[in-house]
């Protein structure tokens, strides 16, 4: 029995010094991390933006309902995006994607100062067709029926 509990007890001693250099080696790693401008670099080419921002039309996609007649916390922060968003010129069109949840997020960006200048075109046919969504809200509004 000697034989197979001296096996053993290497086996742990191994597992031990194994855990301890890995331990290590995340602390080190740690401080290199906390006490170097790695971090600094690293966020700063993670948060860089990787297009420009502006284009022809912004589609928000529905979250969430509180109660039946209520926009929950995410689609009331979708949509407060949304006009700051078209507050600062980036879109012409809006496209809200949500069965339930669009006709009241809708409302709500009305509300903070977004034209309501509804627009079915015939381009939009062929998202709806792709998204499968049997009511996306779209409406075009332009610079020129924007009030400021």
């Not at 401008?37 to 969430?64: C, M, N, R």
């Not at 034209?115 to 409406?139: E, Y």
Request: proline content about 6%; glycine content about 8%.
């Amino acid at each position: 029995m000697a034989p197979k509990s001296a096996g053993f007890l290497r086996l742990i001693r191994t597992f031990r010094i194994f855990l301890l250099r890995f331990a290590t080696a995340l602390g080190i790693l740690m401080l290199v991390i906390t006490l170097t401008p790695v971090l600094s670099y690293w966020i700063s080419t993670l948060s860089t933006p990787w297009g420009s921002g502006d284009g022809d039309t912004l589609i928000v996609l529905g979250a969430d309902i509180t109660a039946p007649d209520m926009i929950g916390f995410g689609s009331y922060w979708r949509s407060y995006y949304t006009a700051l968003t078209w507050r600062q010129g980036h879109f012409r069109r809006i496209i809200i994607a949500g069965k339930d949840i669009a006709p009241l997020m809708r409302n709500f960006i009305v509300g903070e100062g977004v034209p309501r200048t509804f627009s079915p075109s015939r381009t939009n046919q062929p998202l709806r067709m792709r998204m499968r969504c049997t009511w996306p809200i779209c409406w075009r509004a332009t610079k020129a029926a924007k009030s400021s």
